[in-house]
């Protein structure tokens, strides 16, 4: 099956840091990634769709300066919280899909927990 | 964002129990999705519907594709504790896996031995 990997598992940092989070599919090719945000006890929310070698498009009301994407491979999309505050601790998802088949679906990755001290 | 109104948002039942949650929304999808959530993980795929009014199966879990594509249900058999997590349905309205999904708020499931 789909495999889709997330590097850190969790990471704790200072206020006013910038964090970069990996997302790698390991065993296809990703056109497309995903990264959503998700509270506790909540459902995951879209924060933007990410396209190999184009710019992410953004969810609205999701700062594209605070919260960089880039997806530079087709097996490797990265999101980095930038000046990261105590209020972007959340738990953050990426998804990746391996082709255009509608009979195709996203394969979610393990998650990341990021804590902002 | 959007959302899917999803139902019941908790349940707590017997090991052995049957188990039904469903979701529905005022737009037409063309694919629905069902996942499961543990805590501190992602969340995998359990079932995923193509066509109004199909009814796949996945062990002890069924879910059915509407008829009106707006609504989808998720039915588990003979609960034991390893259900235990939380279920999400999610909508696609596009024709290819690109599209967004709209994830519906999630059924927590306990299941008391």
């Known amino acids: 099956g789909a495999v889709v990997s997330q590097h850190p598992s969790w990471v704790i940092c200072k206020s006013g840091t910038s964090v970069k989070i990996e997302c790698r599919s390991l065993d296809f090719q990703a056109t497309t990634m995903f990264w959503y945000r998700q509270f506790p006890k909540q459902s995951l929310m879209l924060m933007a769709t990410s396209n190999e070698g184009s710019k992410a498009t953004y969810e609205q009301g999701v700062e594209k300066d605070k919260f960089l994407i880039n997806h530079a491979s087709l097996t490797l999309s990265t999101l980095t919280v930038t000046s990261a505050h105590p209020e972007d601790s959340s738990f953050y998802i990426c998804?990746?899909?391996?082709?255009?088949?509608?009979?195709?679906?996203?394969?979610f990755g393990p998650g990341t927990r990021l804590t902002v001290l | 964002g959007q959302q899917l109104n999803q139902s019941p948002q908790s349940m707590f039942i017997q090991e052995g129990e049957d188990v039904s949650m469903n979701c529905t929304s005022s737009s037409i999808f063309n694919t629905w999705l069902w996942y499961k959530q543990d805590p501190g993980e992602g969340p995998v795929l359990l079932i995923a519907?193509?066509?109004?009014?199909e009814l796949t199966s996945n062990g002890r879990l069924t879910a059915q594709f509407g008829i009106t594509r707006k609504d989808s249900f998720l039915n588990i058999s003979a609960s034991i504790p390893s259900d235990v997590g939380i279920y999400f349905c999610a909508g696609r309205a596009g024709g290819t896996s690109y599209g967004k999904l709209t994830f519906g708020q999630g059924t927590i499931l306990t299941v008391h031995p």
């Open positions: 998804s990746a899909s391996g082709s255009a088949s509608r009979t195709d679906t996203q394969y």
């Open positions: 519907l193509y066509k109004a009014g």
